[in-house]
């Protein structure tokens, strides 16, 4: 078993930034990837970016070059730093894990954006 703790989540003005963070504990393995996918009202959960412990990263096309992700291996942590934040951001964020075997899932945080 995975577990996943997340935090940073909370309510901005347009434009303005957030972090979340995500830190892994349990059965991890070396070789994983972890992320942030955020799922809005009404929506499907959709991708927000990515990351490998190579250090390999995938975004989303709606966040490029506004969010940023990284990951501390040492401590199993995954980031996300959220900069000129929009309305249309506003959803439940949520950690994911998944190595060659499982995929777990956080609980989910609430990022809300006024504006």
């Known amino acids: 078993q995975v577990q996943l703790v997340e935090s940073g989540g909370g309510l901005v003005q347009a434009g303005g930034s957030l972090r979340l963070s995500c830190a892994a504990s349990?059965?991890?393995?070396?070789?994983?990837?972890m992320g942030w996918y955020r799922q809005a009202p009404g929506k499907q959960r959709e991708l927000v970016a990515t990351v490998s412990s190579g250090g390999s990263t995938n975004y989303a096309d709606s966040v490029k070059g506004r969010f940023t992700i990284s990951r501390d291996n040492a401590r199993n942590t995954v980031y996300l730093q959220m900069n000129s934040l929009k309305p249309e951001d506003t959803a439940v964020y949520f950690c994911?894990?998944?190595?060659?075997?499982?995929?777990?899932w956080g609980q989910g945080t609430q990022v809300t954006v006024s504006s």
């Open positions: 349990g059965s991890t393995l070396s070789a994983n990837t």
């Open positions: 994911n894990y998944r190595d060659l075997f499982y995929v777990y």
